[in-house]
């Protein structure tokens, strides 16, 4: 079974792939005739493909997120590959694939990553820091498990949040170490909460984010965060005007930098400056790492990557 | 008495005033010789002023928010008026000064503001609404009858947060009654959330900012606000995902309009667009208003003014 | 009769539309064919739509501006609806349609609001200025009556202009009532010719632009108004350097506030800057509610609209 | 008699230079005395100057613009040179030094640059732009003899601006010479006319501008020539609609090319394009040369530019 | 034989032209069929064109650089015109036609270009300088007499580079003559100097530039002709500390001005003030000169110009 | 002894410091006395003095870098503290103080830090890499050992520049074992090269920057830092065209990331990347803790801190 990130043009090739998007179009010729207009993917990536003259059944037997055994034909259109559908049906028992096989996930199993992020948050001394912790760790739930952690930028995929959390706790863990004056309590907070809403800001399934949610949009998972966090400190009986909600909003509220990038303040405590440089630090080499995973070893430059001020990254040859 | 506005070097003049600011000085000679380095303030405006070799009992006597009897001469000193003291006592209570006249104050008397912003309040028709708008303005609590609106861009006096409300909600009104499609109770709502904790962001006695909060600093008015609103839906027991609590958070986060102007989100709802666009307009036009009536009428063109582009506006002889 | 607003894929349809743009292409099929690529348009909306396999009597039949009775079917192509057309054939005097009916326009008749556009200008109390408004209101002529207020960005329609003009002249009663510092008859007079060359910057047609004029281009409307206030100056035998003359042009110059929005200097009269917030209002909310009034009510979000940072704007349910 | 530009702290010195500001004030001493505080300046350059103890004659007899004799001491103060006044007298007729030679003035003398204006001005065959050009030549009058091209950017002195004219007029033939394409026309015309209305926007006298005008504020110099360009088509009975016209208008308007550097509209013509390079290339060699020439030999460094992004320029040993 | 600049739809015409690019593709059509997707250029410019059913002869016969004799149709496609190709084959010895007929090039030959260049580095006075111009025109090679000076922006044809740096050293000699302070050599060499990497920066062939080179990304025109300076002193023992070494590496450094325009310094010599100037100067008019070439003399605007801020350019009717 | 940091008004002290700056200046007063204005430093911080009256033969005893004992008092002059000297004299051996205790000077000793180097630099196991690294540290010299890495931004103190490479490298170290896809020898090169000419690019003494060099401002150091990546790969006869001297120069050039923050290219290696992030994560956090330290323990805010955009940095009360 050929992996669609192998795919060439003009291979002939028979695969298990899921449907992620599949739209029902009409062609212009005369009589116009309906074709699908299908998004396969598999763990490896996703392909643009067309099933040509759809009939009635085709159109009521194939939807977003069905398994399907396709028999295609890669063709180069407009420079970039698609897939002409000669045979396509639905995955049966009896084949033995699952959904989660086509789904592109984090490198480490979501379970790990959340049992992970909860060692650490028990780690926390403060109490306090702690509860607001705990409270907003226990509002996101499970969407904790599988929630990508962007749209398309970076960890864009099933688990990615806990995967770029977990990863920024071992760069604060260092960090911590590394220069005394910051608090590491502080620290570990910022981390697990500065884009825990963001399961909430997105509409995503399985790691797929399809749109933003209507407070996604109004509000951006920053001021979501910080509106947990009152609501966290209310439920556990917490001053709002302590310096402890007031200095985790802050540094939430902060954490993009800078106003054009989406923060309302600037950081203004240790730990806020931090937490910007581990937070850029892991998602800027998480989308290298993305773009060089997914880019065939023969390709000395990966595709623009647009977190990366739309420059490719080349493999130097040394 | 002169007013601080008329006062003109090389006057020689006798006056009320009120100290508000204060500080004791070396001078460069030897020996060095204390010196009080004073802001003298009337309802008009303020000047600099030096008292030389002060006295113990000088330095003993006068503090800031003292009101004082000032014999001076007006000089000008790298181009600017200062006052040389000559003679200074405190006022007593024989001279029938008050200190609630010599500070700057919107037109209109703090009570008569807080009526208007309670009668508007008591006209919104949703319920949801009007409870969380009430929330916050007992939250706010007496400091909205005195707080002005901003350190020194507009309405920088006593009450001058409940004045930019009150001309705003007749805007508010004009421009609802223009536009059927805006919804009142959102554009009063807004109006009166908007800066609502901008007491709490600054620190201010009698109108008068000396500097800005820790939470002002670490957290901002606009987060502070939504913070508030968060805080008012859990206490009446509104669903906090509800699209009024979003709305009314949406529109608080988005009225400075762009993120380089310190909003997070951009409007997205039709009343957050027209808040953005009643606030600038009573800011500014109140920012030429200031300047125009601290300038004295001979003078063609007013100083510059930072909130417009650090210009400075001409009186147009018609 | 459907109204373009209210098609949807897959509706078989009949009804009488303006062709408001027609191109002849070919297919790129061997041997290729002539096919009509098409916007239809009515008052509520537009929408692409093609003739497959032209005649020559189609090719002769057809053009931009001609009323047509179309049966079709609706397609969606590329996340677009357009139309296939089954039947054409251009509209009778039987068919009581006209031309009029057909184009978008602004929702006061263009007789009244240029009524009371002249209405205003008569009580413009200074003679100067009502010489040099009128003599541009005179120059513009019969353009008043149907420009649009611009290309795409807002009031694009018939009309839009005066209809633009004239809801600027309600904020301005209302801001002047309320800010006694502005002279009401620069506000009038502001209003008035702020985009008072915008018909001869556009070539437009019963309130569709097709392209700007040459002088639109090398000039840009602003600096065209400013010479024309210089025109009526020398008509009248004003000194074109007293305030009034030099007042009107910077009014009209600085309307759009910083150079990079495209004013040469910044605002500097306290009409100015009342006459930039009052355009801003009225525009903004007016592309509000363009989107609002062409998006169809089931549609929570409106498309995205370029004058507001290409942000979409929400319904919400209260 | 020593030159301004070679005094040195601590040099003592007496010579003839002319009072450029003057200021009356106070020192802080007790009792406050009265000083003059002044700038003198010559052909080579400026600094400041005090007179301690000013007697109630010095007063009455030293005003701006008054020629003297001074006998001082050069200090540093806070960094830079400032004179300490010993002795000083008004010059006499017997003196036999006379104010011009005090004015830093262009290298060519204003007959010789006017003459050279002319001539160009005469050489222009379209006699359309001859007409108009002379228009604004005549309108601008004396003024162009003496007027600076900028307050402080550059060609800031005593017939800068015809100066600044001739120069580009050289490159304007050059490069016609180079690019046929060019009409040698309009660059002749856009030369002279491009800061034509400078003499009007600033308040200068004997080549030195103290404050802009209000029509300089309100309006700028690139609108105020387009409106003169009005003024002389129908002066001349010239259609104002016709490309010689707007043409004119528009390379005159974008010749500072972007917005941001106060352009309405970016060039659109070919001599629009060339004569914003022209002007740079000619500006920015003379604040370089300027810099040169007022700077000692022996710096290798000169003042930062303002004009050249605030960078200061290196002598090169080669 | 029709030039691709005359073609205009429906045209049927018959010649020669050289294919650009060609790429094979499938046609959507059931079953699909391979086509040639093509562009032709010569010397008046370029234009897509179909080969619609290419035979498998087709596919092993035509490639990019191959003069072909073509049969065609220009069609409207997309508002853009497209060849339709009826016949085609490749061009003969008989045809007498020779390949660089079809390429775009200076209008000044090569040979000409490198001998002015020669002759004014013979010129150069300095023999430091001399010397390490004189390796950096050895090392770039046979490259100089064919490279283009850029992809797109200006010049992109063959021996584009050389004619830009001749026409510069045309402006450079008069700017030199009118200032007497710039130094010439300097002048000279930071002309030949400035983009004399170019030729490594790009990959070309025949003038035309299908991407950069590895080096070229990753270091950038700019940085590699400061090594080469590096290179051609080390060759030369010249000390890298003198000021010839770092003032020449200074000058090619800053001669894009600002750092957003790719400079790291900004310019600080007189030298390198000038240079900006220059290369702007030539090749925005360059940019203007290429556009009015391109456009057929009946269209009274020429395209959008990406290098002039995406303007298109105007031709006046005087 | 009182440390400069401990210092409050109106203090009077006796201790040792070093003079950092001195000039020597004239009172305004009649006749005018010579007084010294002096920068003491010690190391916990500078403070400005005066010594008033200041003798001949004090103007022959102290200059810059001579270390003195003071008697002094501690006033408060515009806002600012500073010294008024009543005794100073040179300090004598018997003093037992030596000038290195007078100086701020990286936590970790000099020869400590440039061991460390020395052992990561032998680490580097690509030979062609480390040949590279070598030259350019034996390049540097005895200057990397007390050099600070920057005049007033970050590490600004006597082996700041070791200190930083130190650190960078412990991040560095970190990074590539979490992400296994970085090339350790290209970042342990990164890190020692990326600053490596700054000790070229400022004049500095004892960790003092004083200015900046020639060719420190004509060239900066990261264009620096690639000619001598160039020049050593010509000593060792490596191909300048390879992929190890192309990506070193690429890692160096890129460093800063945006062009407006002085990189000519963006990075495009995964290792360029990394580098931006290990130099800025050190960079931020080290001006954080200099913040920290400097400041008093009871002063809730530090200073406005330049590299953080202005902004004060809290200390938490948690």
């Keep these: ?42 763990a490896s990536g996703q392909i643009p493909a067309k099933l040509w003259d759809a009939s009635i059944t085709d159109k009521e037997t194939f939807f977003p997120m069905t398994l399907v055994k396709v028999q295609g034909l ?19 028992p009896e084949d033995g694939v699952k959904l989660t096989d086509f789904i592109r996930s984090a490198p480490i ?15 926390i001394e403060n109490p306090t820091i702690r509860n607001i912790v705990s409270f907003c760790v226990v509002k996101v739930g499970d969407k904790l498990e599988h929630s990508p952690a962007a749209k398309s930028h970076h960890h864009a995929y099933y688990a990615g949040l806990a995967y770029h959390i977990v990863r920024m706790l071992e760069i604060g863990e260092f960090i911590c170490g590394q220069r005394p004056f910051l608090n590491p309590d502080l620290i570990k907070a910022g981390i697990i909460l500065h884009d825990i809403a963001k399961p909430d800001e997105m509409v995503a399934q399985l790691g ?111």
Tied chains: 1, 2, 3, 4, 5, 6.
Aim: glycine share 4%.
């Design 74 to 92: 890669v063709q180069l259109y407009r420079e970039r590959l698609q897939i002409k559908i000669g045979k396509i049906r639905k995955a049966t």
């Design 109 to 123: 199993s979501p379970y790990d990553l959340i049992q992970t992020i909860h060692r650490v948050l028990d780690s």
């Design 208 to 318: 797929i984010v399809s749109d933003y949610s209507v407070q996604g949009k109004l509000l951006g998972h920053i001021s979501m965060v910080s509106s947990w966090i009152t609501e966290a400190a209310i439920y556990h009986g917490i001053d709002l005007q302590s310096d402890v909600v007031i200095g985790l909003q802050h540094i939430v509220l902060s954490h993009h930098n800078l106003p054009e990038w989406g923060s309302p303040v600037l950081p203004q405590l240790p730990e806020a400056v931090a937490l910007h440089y581990i937070d850029s630090m892991d998602a800027k080499l998480q989308m290298v790492e993305d773009a060089l995973l997914t880019t065939p070893e023969s390709e000395p430059w990966t595709p623009m990557i647009r977190g990366l001020e739309n420059k490719a990254v080349y493999r130097l040859k040394l």
């Design 1 to 42: 079974m050929t992996l669609i990130k192998q795919l060439q043009a003009p291979d002939e090739f028979v695969g298990f792939y899921l449907i992620k998007e599949l739209e029902i179009k009409q062609t212009n010729t005369t009589p116009a005739k309906d074709f699908l207009d299908i998004v396969l993917c598999d």
